[in-house]
C-alpha cells in the first residue's frame, strides 16, 4: 500500500512535469513564424499551467499550501548542452510526457485499489485529455519543419538578490512571419504611429503585431530561463505569453481587413505599395532593420526585463488607448474598438504583475526605485545590442563584440 505522502508526492510530480512540458511549448513558441501557431502553441501551455494549479490544489486540500519552487532538473541541464534547441525541446516534452503518463498510471492503480483516492478520478482524466492535445498539436508543428537554430546553451549564472537564478538561454532569435521585408534602421528612419489616417493605423497595425509578438516571446523567455521562482510567476508570465499572442493573432486579422480600403482611398505609395506587394506575393510588409529589438530583451536580465516592458512599455501605454478606441469606433471599425478594449483591460493586469514581481525580487522600495532609475541608464545600450546584431557592418557592432563578447 502506497503511504498517503508518497500518493501526495506522485500527484506534485505530475505538477512539475505539466509546469516543465508548459515551459518548453512556450519555448518552442519563440521562434515559430505564425501568429497562429504561436497563439496555439501558448493556449496550450496555459491548458497545462492550469492543470498543474489544480493538481496542487489537490495537495493543498490535504496539507499546508507551501511554495512551490519550480526548476529545471540537473539531468536536463546536462544532457541538453551543446544540443540544437528544438531537438532539446522534442526530447524534453517526450521524456517528461513519458513519465507523466507512467506516474498518472500509478496514481490511478492506486485510486482503483482504493476508494480513500477516489477523488482524484476525475482530474485524472482531464490531465489526460491535455497531455494529448498537447502531444498532438506539438508534433504536427515539429514535423512540418526542419530544425533553424542552435543558439541553445547552458549557463549557471546566480543573482545576488535572491535564490532564483538563470539555469539556461533561450533562443537568440524570434520568428516573425515570412510577410515580413526587413527595411531601414530605426536609426534612420521614423517608426509608424497609430494616427487619425487609415493608411498609417494599417501600417502602425502590421508593426503593432510584431510588437504583441515580441512581447509574447520575452515572457516565454522568462518562463523558460529561469529557475527556483514561485510556481506563481510561471502561471503569471505564461499567461501573459498566451496574452499577447492573442493580441499579435488579433491584430494581424483586423489589419488585412483594412487593406481594401487603404487601397482604395490612399495616396500614401509607400503604404499602398506594400500592401499590394504582399497581396500578389505574400511578402512585402516592411518592418525596420532591428524589427522588434529582441536581441535587446535578450541579453538583459530578468529585473531589467520587468522594467522594460512591463513598468516602461506596458503601463506607460496605456493612456494611449483612449483615443484609438474613440478613432475605431467612429470609423465603424467595432470588432478592433472591442478588441483594444480587451487590450488595454490586459495591458493594465500586465502592468500590475510586472510590479507585483519587481517587489517579490526587491522587496525594499528604496532598492527598488533605486535600481529601477539605474536599469534605465542602460536603455539605450540595450537598444544599440539590437542594432549591433541587426548590422554586423556597422560600427556599434565591431564595437560592442569586442567590448561585450557575450552578448547576442
Avoid at 510561471?234 to 493573432?249: K, V, W
Avoid at 545600450?381 to 563584440?401: C, E, G, H, M, P
Wanted: glycine share 4%; proline share 2%; with cysteine.
Amino acid at each position: 500500500m502506497i503511504e498517503v505522502t508518497d500518493f501526495h508526492k506522485k500527484v506534485q510530480r505530475i505538477a512539475a512535469i505539466e509546469i516543465g512540458i508548459a515551459r518548453f511549448v512556450a519555448c518552442k513558441a519563440i521562434f515559430e513564424s505564425g501568429y497562429d501557431e504561436k497563439y496555439k502553441l501558448l493556449q496550450s501551455a496555459c491548458n497545462l499551467i492550469d492543470d498543474a494549479e489544480t493538481w496542487l490544489k489537490i495537495i493543498e486540500r490535504h496539507f499546508p499550501r507551501k511554495t512551490f519552487y519550480v526548476n529545471w532538473e540537473s539531468l536536463f541541464l546536462e544532457r541538453s548542452q551543446n544540443k540544437e534547441i528544438e531537438r532539446v525541446i522534442h526530447e524534453g516534452i517526450s521524456s517528461l510526457a513519458s513519465s507523466a503518463e507512467k506516474i498518472s498510471q500509478q496514481i490511478q492503480e492506486e485510486a482503483d485499489r482504493n476508494i480513500i483516492y477516489g477523488f482524484i478520478c476525475g482530474k485524472l482524466k482531464a490531465s489526460y485529455q491535455v497531455f494529448s492535445e498537447v502531444r498532438s498539436l506539438f508534433s504536427n508543428i515539429l514535423n512540418a519543419q526542419d530544425s533553424r537554430y542552435e543558439d541553445f546553451d547552458i549557463i549557471q549564472i546566480s543573482t545576488k538578490r535572491s535564490s532564483f537564478e538563470k539555469t539556461i538561454n533561450g533562443p537568440k532569435k524570434l520568428g516573425l512571419p515570412k510577410f515580413y521585408e526587413i527595411g531601414e534602421s530605426v536609426l534612420e528612419l521614423e517608426q509608424p504611429v497609430f494616427t487619425d489616417k487609415i493608411d498609417e493605423v494599417t501600417e502602425y497595425l502590421w508593426h503593432r503585431c510584431a510588437r504583441e509578438s515580441a512581447a509574447s516571446a520575452l515572457c516565454s523567455l522568462m518562463a523558460f530561463e529561469y529557475d527556483k521562482l514561485p510556481f506563481e510567476f510561471y502561471y503569471d508570465i505564461l499567461h501573459q505569453s498566451y496574452d499577447e499572442a492573442r493580441h499579435a493573432s488579433f491584430y494581424w486579422k483586423e489589419c488585412i481587413k483594412l487593406f481594401p480600403i487603404v487601397l482604395a482611398q490612399s495616396k500614401n505609395k509607400v503604404i499602398v505599395e506594400q500592401i499590394i506587394q504582399f497581396q500578389k506575393y505574400g511578402s512585402g510588409l516592411k518592418l525596420p532593420k532591428e524589427a522588434v529589438f529582441y536581441e535587446m530583451f535578450w541579453n538583459t536580465n530578468l529585473v531589467e526585463r520587468f522594467v522594460f516592458m512591463h513598468i516602461d512599455t506596458e503601463a506607460a501605454g496605456i493612456v494611449k488607448f483612449k483615443d484609438r478606441i474613440r478613432w475605431a469606433e467612429q470609423n465603424r471599425l467595432s470588432a478592433l474598438s472591442i478588441g483594444l478594449k480587451v487590450d488595454e483591460y490586459d495591458e493594465k493586469f500586465h502592468a500590475k504583475l510586472g510590479g507585483k514581481w519587481l517587489k517579490y525580487i526587491i522587496p525594499d522600495p528604496v532598492e527598488r526605485k533605486s535600481e529601477i532609475e539605474k536599469i534605465r541608464l542602460l536603455r539605450g545600450f540595450y537598444i544599440l545590442t539590437s542594432v549591433a546584431a541587426n548590422d554586423k557592418k556597422s560600427s556599434i557592432s565591431d564595437f560592442l563584440r569586442a567590448s561585450y563578447p557575450q552578448l547576442a
